[in-house]
């Protein structure tokens, strides 16, 4: 049996963009990625706020921001991973990993 994860379709891609710009305590997003396994569909977002936000306040707007999208398809099981930015580290060419090839 052959399994392939999609992306959301374009219509609903640019439905969520359009959420996620919605939200003006939210600067920008990056890494926005989509996908669709069974009835289940995942959004994975890093979602860039101004630094001085507290993060109550900001973990409420990406709660804002993941009922709205759960607005578009009640009857699918919608799985979120957003990451709450202080900055936009999209462009700054850091690893989580340090360890050399000799060392894994
Ligand atoms: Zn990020």
């Known amino acids: 049996m ?8 374009k219509k609903t891609v640019d439905k969520i963009i359009k959420i996620i710009e919605s939200k003006k305590e939210v600067s920008s997003y990056h890494f926005l990625r989509t996908r669709e396994s069974w009835n289940i569909k995942f959004v994975d977002v890093h979602l860039v706020f101004n630094k001085d ?4 306040n ?14 578009l398809d009640c009857k699918s099981k919608w799985v979120f991973n957003i990451h709450l930015d202080p900055i936009d580290d999209s462009v ?3 690893k989580w990993c340090n360890k050399t090839e000799n060392e894994l």
């Open 2 to 9: 052959l399994i392939l994860d999609i992306s959301l379709d």
């Open 53 to 56: 936000i507290k993060l109550i």
């Open 58 to 71: 900001a973990h409420s707007i990406s709660d804002k921001v993941e009922e709205e999208i759960e607005q």
């Open 92 to 94: 700054i060419p850091w």
